[in-house]
């Protein structure tokens, strides 16, 4: 199984990016699915979750109405669309699938099983 987290990059403040997570080994729609992001010297934490379907979503209050997550089944892959990025957006980001389709918990570590390797997003001020 693996997770192929891409997309980070550098980006002024204000601005956007779309991360992507790819999956092999995995059929992803058996699965919800979540981003968490790492900051420096700081724990991993929830940015957003997505039900196996797509139509129900759960985001972290600091990001809430700034990004959205979606997803394509038939492509396998989970998004991330990250607008009005700020510089404490900072970290490096990554996808994980649930052990459940459904996210009857969704924003701890604990309640995912397979973790991408984490891409790098840097918003400049």
């Known amino acids: 199984v693996q997770l192929q987290a891409s997309g980070g990059g550098l980006v002024q403040a204000g601005g956007s990016l779309r991360l992507s997570c790819a999956a092999s080994?995995?059929?992803?729609?058996?699965?919800?699915m979540g981003w968490f992001c790492q900051a420096p010297g700081k724990e991993r934490e929830f940015v957003a979750a997505i039900v196996w379907s797509g139509t129900a979503t759960k985001y972290a209050d600091s990001v809430k109405g700034r990004f959205t997550i979606s997803r394509d089944n038939t492509k396998n892959t989970v998004y991330l669309q990250m607008s009005s990025l700020k510089a404490e957006d900072t970290a490096v980001y990554y996808c994980?699938?649930?052990?459940?389709?459904?996210?009857?918990?969704?924003?701890?570590?604990?309640?995912?099983?397979?973790w991408g390797q984490g891409t790098l997003v840097t918003v400049s001020s």
């Open positions: 080994g995995l059929t992803l729609s058996s699965y919800a």
């Open positions: 994980a699938s649930h052990r459940h389709p459904y996210l009857d918990t969704y924003n701890s570590k604990e309640f995912y099983t397979y």
